[in-house]
């Protein structure tokens, strides 16, 4: 079967991640092993036949049969609360994949790396940085993440204790709307000085994925190459 054949995976498991994402663990028959920064579509069908279809970043590093999806709710959205309020466990979710080949980091590559996401573009970053302490590398990743507030944060817990834990893991939050107490940048989308502070420079060749929003990914970008970054390195995924 090829990766664009559509499946029927099933939903083994749910975890909430915000009161408007959740994580979706899915098995799929016959999955093939991704690479972290490919994505799936998912389609819906209605009984009269109708059917809607969207893509999802997997979230997880590949673990045979399991693929992990974080879908955040979009207010007025035609399948995103779907997926977030309705499917339960063991109900058939129909997908295909893995799908892309550019949007991907693999293990073996040398250089560091600097991933930049907005909202709910952390998640096919979370996948890499999850192969990454899979795949015991120790290659130095910086992890930018603009969101909200605190209580946007996905997968808090475990950054956390990636960020404690992973030695080479650096994770740093950028507020957009409010910040916590003790943080002393002020709440703001991402900046100039925020990328130089925090990103790898330059010089140092590194490898960036940038995710999130078009508007915010369009702007990192821009950020990057202003930067000195060849646009080469900088590799974008849209979430429109
Ligand atoms: C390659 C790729 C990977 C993606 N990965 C993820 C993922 O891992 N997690 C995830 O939650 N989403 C992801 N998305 C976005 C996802 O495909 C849907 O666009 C999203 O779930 C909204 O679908 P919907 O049917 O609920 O909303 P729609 O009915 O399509 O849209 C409803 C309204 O919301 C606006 N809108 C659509 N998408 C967004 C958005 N992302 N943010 C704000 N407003 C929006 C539309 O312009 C429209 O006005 C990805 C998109 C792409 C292209």
Sequence with gaps: MSRLTWRIGRLVEVRSETATART????VPGWSAHLPGQHVDVRLT????????????????PDGTRVELTVQRVADGEVSPYLVDVL???????????????????????????LIAGGSGIAPLMAMVR???????AVPFRLLYSVRSVEDVLYADELRRRGRDDGGLDVTYLYTRQAPDGVARPAGRIGLADVNRHAWPATFEPAAFVC?????VET?????????????????????
């Excluded at 109900?91 to 295909?96: K, S, T």
């Excluded at 990192?220 to 429109?240: I, N, S, Y």
């Design 88 to 114: 339960s466990v063991g109900d058939p979710v129909e997908l295909r994949g893995p799908i892309g080949g550019w949007f991907v980091w693999r293990p073996g590559a040398p250089e560091p790396v600097t």
């Design 131 to 137: 192969t990454r302490h899979a795949a015991s590398s």
């Design 46 to 61: 209605a009984p009269d036949g109708y059917s809607a279809q969207r893509s999802y970043s997997i979230a997880s590093a």
């Design 212 to 216: 999130g929003p078009t508007g915010f």
């Design 24 to 27: 979706l663990v899915l098995d």
């Design 220 to 240: 990192v970008a821009d950020l990057l190459v202003a930067l000195g970054h060849e646009p080469r390195r900088v590799k974008t995924e849209r979430f429109g």
